[in-house]
């Protein structure tokens, strides 16, 4: 399988927002539950979020409010919409697969940092 390629980090200020993009290539992929993960330095990666085939979300409790999950299937894409940022949701963030679904390779991730 090819691993997923996010994109749409960067560096903001407290307060700011930033739209993650996840592209993900697999044969029907509009039923597969998407997610995304974060792992900060030092942390164990953990999943923020995530959205099933038929679009019904969830969120961690740190996010929830803050961040929105959404997919385009006819793309292939998962977004993660990230508002209110605050420098605790500095990390890597990686999109995959959630629950029982088989797992891609991870990807690179993408970098969101957050400055105080």
């Known amino acids: 399988q090819v691993q997923p390629v996010e994109s749409g980090g960067g560096l903001v200020q407290t307060g700011g927002s930033l739209r993650l993009s996840c592209a993900a290539s697999?044969?029907?992929?509009?039923?597969?539950?998407m997610g995304w993960y974060r792992q900060a330095t030092g942390r164990q990666r953990e999943l923020v979020a995530s959205i099933m085939g038929g679009e019904t979300t969830r969120y961690a409790d740190s996010v929830k409010g803050r961040f929105t999950i959404s997919r385009d299937n006819a793309k292939n894409t998962v977004y993660l919409q990230m508002n209110s940022l605050k420098p605790d949701d500095t990390a890597v963030y990686y999109c995959?697969?959630?629950?029982?679904?088989?797992?891609?390779?991870w990807g690179q991730g993408t970098q969101v940092t957050v400055s105080s």
């Open positions: 697999r044969s029907a992929f509009s039923i597969i539950a």
């Open positions: 995959n697969s959630v629950g029982s679904f088989s797992r891609y390779p």
